[in-house]
């Protein structure tokens, strides 16, 4: 069962270039994030979706874009990449809002440096 | 406004001995409290979570959590530490809208 899988695993972007991660799932989960992990600092949510053609702001958004056309995917643009979204990004997914006690289910990693 | 806090940074332990990592909270409501652990260069993994019911929450690998309402404490637990054990630990919980994740703690076990 593969769960959530991400790609790329590693990337390396210059200034104001534009890229997307790839996130999909095939655990038929309803809901599905996007989080960035900087040291020292946990998991800040930049996007989620509760559902295909639904997806909202979460505390980090700026300088981002999603889209959900399907309940598998979940891809996140980078749109002109600069130096502060460098960054390991996780997407995850749950079968109903974790809140509730669903549990998230995580990703690999993609690790993103932009220079 | 909802808060999840790990007060440690780092928390070191010798190779057989106890372990505790410790997590607060501030959510209106019931809380739902996760303990998550992250490898090196990993993706994050669940380990337990606390829904409703028994206070004391077993999960994977032999850890253990104590919910406590009246400290509004979520505390990871193992009797025995491996070394193995070593890695970053996410509490995490809320009760309405999206997850809330404290900042980690990094775990070192020495033999």
């Known amino acids: 069962n593969a769960g959530v899988t991400q790609t790329p695993k590693f990337r390396i972007l210059k200034i104001g270039q534009s890229m997307t991660l790839q996130c999909t799932q095939d655990m038929n989960h309803n809901y599905m994030y996007w989080y960035r992990q900087d040291p020292g600092m946990g998991l800040k949510l930049i996007y989620y979706s509760v559902g295909a053609g639904i997806t909202d702001k979460g505390e980090v958004p700026n300088g981002y874009n999603v889209s959900r056309s399907t309940t598998e995917d979940f891809p996140l643009r980078l749109e002109l990449a600069a130096p502060s979204q460098t960054s390991v990004y996780f997407c995850a997914s749950s079968y109903s809002y974790a809140s509730s006690g669903n549990t998230i289910y995580f990703g690999e990693g993609s690790w993103l440096t932009v220079v | 406004a909802q808060s999840v806090a790990q007060p440690e940074d780092q928390v070191n332990v010798a190779e057989g001995n106890p372990l505790t990592v410790k997590c607060t909270y501030s959510?209106?409501?019931?809380?739902?409290l996760f303990w998550y652990v992250q490898y090196p260069n990993r993706g994050l993994q669940f380990l337990l979570k606390y829904i409703t019911g028994d206070n004391l929450v077993k999960g994977s690998y032999g850890f253990e959590a104590e919910f406590n309402k009246s400290q509004t404490s979520f505390h990871l637990k193992k009797p025995s530490a491996l070394v193995s054990d070593s890695a970053l630990y996410f509490c995490a919980g809320g009760s309405q809208g999206n997850l809330i994740f404290g900042k980690g703690t990094k775990l070192s076990v020495k033999p």
């Open positions: 959510v209106s409501g019931n809380p739902y």
